[in-house]
């Protein structure tokens, strides 16, 4: 729960957590007539340029306790590392004070983010109660913040939520009960998709006993306007098939599905939004199992657009449900641009860790403004080359592509040159690998948590709302 006052009196038996980087910003806790051995203590921190968390007992009917969080731009940690790994120590029960304007949204971000906690299946829930005291100034943009905030926290909940409660049908209706304002839905059923011709993502799903769907959203503000089309994959759970997962990473595999997550949570946090560009974003719901029924290595299976596929392995399951969709929506829509995201290539974790995402293919203008949001934001994009040769090598011998080719290593390359093959008007092409920054099984870092992460939430939104 978090909640945005104006006055200090609003608030009973709360904890004051403050930000200060100069003795000036103390004036804010004038109210609070600290002793003068307080105020020379936290004095004594600022002007020692160090990082330092200091915190006193008040004797006062609003706050209890203050945490003073003294930090200063001359160490060469940035800010939200050092709130990342402090912030989490604090009790539930806290009120937010800003030294300056400028500030205020990295405080946001991090005593909502980095102390996110999924708990939907815990018997006992700990609940934060957070106040923010603003101004009239900053309230709105607050607001605007908060309502992004929000929808990060959603794809996190929505990826961590296990498959037996939600699999391709239940996340289908969780999108159809979602009160747009602004965004059309449509919901394909595996009926639809049968009756379409979309023979990958039917391959892909067939003998599992949750029956696929796909889900469009439209935002259409002015048809004159230039139309993007973003599309993720939604494996609910990814079993590889027959090309089984090993058992210690298939406990993760009911994180296949949080970039949709992501997808979804974008949508409705453009929803309200002023924007000078339509929108309209897939998510391709299905569930892989291990079955005798199942399809095979060596399988030749037949897209949407009529090229054969030649199945080289089973795990390659998102490059064909991400190809079907890509040449449907290719024909139906007059697309400007196209935005694809695969996820979990063991090539960009490698090469980039936990930190960064791979950004690739040929629309240099989009591209590039992701590269420099990624500069002074904690999303982190970095770009791979490409050319035709990539393309030529997911040909194959005995169909018209191979779903892997297994002498080309440049795995994410090779995923995004799969799919340009199914683009049916040349549209402009911007390919994400976002792997294990949705997905951080390792450690906690700035104000990114553990596990699912929302990941492309904050970059996305950004750079759409912002784009002409």
């Not at 054969?308 to 969709?325: G, S």
């Amino acid at each position: 729960m978090i909640k945005l006052k104006t006055k200090i009196d609003d608030v009973k038996d709360s904890n004051l957590v403050f930000l200060a980087e100069k003795n000036t910003d103390l004036k804010a806790l004038s109210w609070l007539k600290l002793w003068k051995k307080v105020l020379d203590k936290i004095k004594e921190s600022l002007l020692k340029n160090e990082n330092k968390v200091l915190d006193f007992f008040v004797w006062s009917e609003n706050i209890d306790k203050l945490y003073v969080y003294c930090y200063s731009q001359k160490s060469k940690k940035d800010i939200n590392d050092f709130l990342w790994s402090e912030l989490p120590k604090l009790p539930e029960n806290l009120t937010f004070l800003t030294n300056n304007d400028k500030n205020i949204n990295i405080l946001l971000n991090n005593c909502l983010l980095s102390r996110y906690k999924f708990q939907e299946y815990k018997s006992e829930k700990k609940e934060d109660k957070i106040y923010f005291i603003v101004n009239d100034n900053n309230k709105k943009d607050l607001k605007k913040r908060l309502s992004t905030i929000e929808n990060i926290i959603l794809a996190r909940d929505l990826g961590s939520k296990p498959s037996n409660d939600l699999y391709p049908e239940t996340f289908a209706q969780i999108i159809k009960k979602t009160k747009f304002k602004n965004t059309k839905v449509k919901i394909f059923d595996s009926k639809k998709i049968e009756k379409l011709w979309l023979g990958l993502l039917h391959n892909v799903w067939k003998w599992s006993s949750k029956k696929p769907y796909m889900v469009i959203m439209e935002r259409i503000v002015d048809k004159k306007l230039p139309t993007i089309w973003l599309v993720w994959k939604g494996i609910t759970f990814d079993t590889w098939w027959i090309q089984v997962k090993p058992w210690d990473h298939m406990y993760e595999m009911k994180g296949d599905m949080c970039w949709a997550a992501a997808t979804f949570a974008t949508m409705k946090d453009l929803d309200d939004k002023d924007l000078n560009v339509n929108i309209i974003a897939c998510v391709v719901l299905a569930e892989n199992h291990i079955s005798w029924e199942a399809y095979k290595p060596s399988d030749i299976v037949k897209s949407y657009s009529w090229k054969t596929i030649d199945i080289i392995h089973t795990d390659a399951e998102w490059r064909l449900v991400l190809a079907d969709w890509i040449s449907y929506i290719s024909d139906k829509y007059n697309l400007d641009k196209v935005i694809s995201v695969a996820t979990l290539t063991w090539a960009c974790m490698m090469a980039l860790w936990f930190r960064y995402a791979w950004i690739m293919w040929s629309d240099d203008e989009l591209i590039n403004k992701f590269l420099d949001y990624s500069k002074n934001n904690v999303e982190k994009y970095n770009r791979l080359p490409y050319d035709d040769y990539f393309i030529e090598k997911t040909k194959s011998d005995i169909a018209d592509l191979e779903n892997l080719n297994r002498w080309v290593y440049a795995w994410s390359t090779m995923w995004a040159a799969f799919l340009s093959n199914f683009l049916l008007n040349w549209e402009k092409y911007t390919h994400l690998d976002i792997a294990w920054t949705a997905l951080n099984s390792l450690e906690p870092y700035s104000y990114v948590n553990k596990w699912m992460t929302g990941f492309w939430v904050d970059s996305l939104s950004t750079i759409l709302k912002n784009l002409k």
